[in-house]
């Protein structure tokens, strides 16, 4: 899974080339304006990945917590080693397959964001962790109807969980204290599950309004630990450490400072961002632009995009419009249409900046439409442009490897994804 062979059938891989390890494409001496790859290509920078990578430790470390980022965002084994080896304590999942991928990958300490209860994977669960001695997994609880699925299955061990705590109309979590408060106890008192910590998830009610998401992300982090402190006083916690665990990756600022509050257990917080190793030039970087200003960190200092997707222009049928090579399979559309950043001409490697004004109007499965709004524009037919996307978890889930290359768009590196 960390260096798995790459071949032909590949989108994005050289017609002609022969199979390669992953590990063996970094070696090969391609760039990807010489016409050494066929396009659509998605690309990582290796200058902006590596300065994500130690920026969001820092930032963590500076807060005395830790991060566990989401892996869902690239399902990438050979990125989930550089975070880890930049300092991670373990890496977040979605589900048991995620994981699996993860512990393939050698991860050994992971958050599962999200609710276990369907018997299959109750058991696989315990399987793994009877077969893995050294592999620490937990997973979000909120309803006494979950507890009883987990208890149904009488497993061999318990299973360690964290109480959800969710904001009204939003997605899981309980929706109040004393709710949340009664289900600790039951919890604790069953020999199912070992309660472990307190989780929550800001990230899907961030705005960009600066005044408007701290009171939201003040007022949640306070109910956290509200919560952790009340399930102390009664003993309920059944680790010797607790988890306290938030954070996507638009407030991130926001809930950091809250994740470890002062208990009689040692706490250990946990920030669980993970478009932040990419970052992006639409949703992310106009939120995060904010949190910027929160920080007294400038742009320039601050997270940088690291994911590119370079197409053709292969049409040029009326003025102030040119069709590229590439679409909805190719780019992500859920959070914002892509954004034109760079335009190489057929016959150079030199990219430039593009004009002010030029913006995707609308993508098809295989098309994207750039508008130019200039009758004279100077592209040509097979001049190449690089689209910066919004949202990096649904580029990523398209694309089975992308080549990591320089500022020269030399091919330094590869990694592969496994959705």
Same mark, same amino acid.
């Given at each position: 899974m960390l260096d798995p062979w790459l071949n032909?059938?590949?989108?994005?891989?050289?017609?002609?080339?022969?199979?390669?390890?992953?590990?063996?494409?970094?070696?090969?001496?391609?760039?990807v304006l010489a016409g050494d790859l066929p396009l659509p290509l998605a690309v990582l920078?290796?200058?902006?990945?590596?300065?994500?990578?130690?920026?969001?430790?820092?930032?963590?470390?500076?807060?005395?917590?830790?991060?566990?980022?989401?892996?869902?965002?690239?399902?990438?084994?050979?990125?989930?080693?550089?975070?880890?080896?930049?300092?991670?304590?373990g890496i977040t999942f979605a589900n048991l397959q995620q994981l699996a991928v993860g512990l393939a990958s050698g991860v050994r300490r992971a958050v599962i964001a999200n609710q276990v209860l369907q018997a299959q994977d109750l058991r696989h669960l315990a399987d793994l962790q009877s077969r893995h001695a050294d592999l620490q997994v937990m997973f979000l609880?909120?309803?006494?109807e979950q507890l009883a699925l987990i208890e149904a299955e009488a497993l061999p061990r318990a299973l360690d969980v964290?109480?959800?705590?969710?904001? %009204?109309?939003?997605?899981?979590?309980?929706?109040?204290?004393?709710?949340a408060l009664a289900l600790a106890r039951r919890a604790h008192a069953s020999a199912a599950v070992r309660l472990a910590g307190i989780e929550c998830y800001e990230g899907l009610w961030g705005t960009g309004d600066s005044a408007a998401d701290a009171r939201m992300a003040l007022g949640l982090m306070l109910r956290v630990q509200a919560l952790a402190a009340a399930c102390d006083a009664e003993g309920l916690f059944d680790t010797d450490e607790v988890i306290v665990t938030a954070g996507g990756s638009a407030l991130f600022d926001l809930v950091a400072p809250a994740l470890k509050p002062e208990l009689s257990k040692p706490v250990q917080g946990l920030l669980r961002s993970g478009c932040y190793?990419?970052?992006? %030039?639409?949703?992310?970087?106009?939120?995060?632009?904010?949190?910027?200003?929160?920080?007294?960190?400038?742009?320039?200092?601050?997270?940088?995009?690291?994911?590119?997707?370079?197409?053709?222009?292969?049409?040029?049928?009326?003025?102030g419009l040119?069709?590229?090579?590439c679409g909805k399979r190719d780019v992500s559309f859920d959070m914002g249409l892509p954004v034109p950043l760079l335009h190489c001409p057929l016959d150079s490697a030199t990219p430039v900046a593009v004009p002010e004004g030029w913006n995707i109007s609308a993508l098809n499965d295989q098309h994207a439409y750039l508008r130019t709004g200039d009758a004279a524009c100077s592209?040509?037919?097979?001049?190449?442009?690089?689209?910066?996307?919004?949202?990096?978890?649904?580029?990523? %889930?398209?694309?089975?490897?992308?080549?990591?290359?320089?500022?020269?768009?030399n091919v330094v590196d590869a990694i592969t994804t496994h959705f």
């Open positions: 032909a059938g590949l989108k994005g891989y050289p017609h002609g080339a022969p199979p390669l390890r992953r590990s063996q494409v970094g070696v090969q001496g391609w760039n920078r290796q200058g902006p990945l590596q300065h994500n990578l130690g920026w969001m430790q820092r930032l963590v470390a500076a807060q005395g917590i830790a991060l566990a980022p989401h892996g869902k965002t690239t399902m990438s084994p050979q990125l989930f080693q550089q975070q880890l080896a930049a300092g991670a304590w609880l909120d309803s006494a964290l109480l959800e705590l969710g904001l %009204d109309g939003g997605r899981t979590g309980c929706r109040t204290h004393d709710a190793l990419t970052h992006d %030039d639409g949703f992310y970087r106009r939120m995060v632009h904010v949190a910027n200003a929160r920080m007294a960190c400038s742009d320039g200092e601050g997270l940088r995009a690291a994911l590119q997707v370079w197409c053709v222009v292969q049409s040029l049928p009326e003025a040119a069709i590229l090579g592209l040509q037919v097979g001049d190449r442009i690089a689209l910066g996307i919004s949202h990096p978890c649904t580029t990523f %889930d398209k694309w089975r490897w992308m080549p990591v290359v320089d500022e020269a768009c």
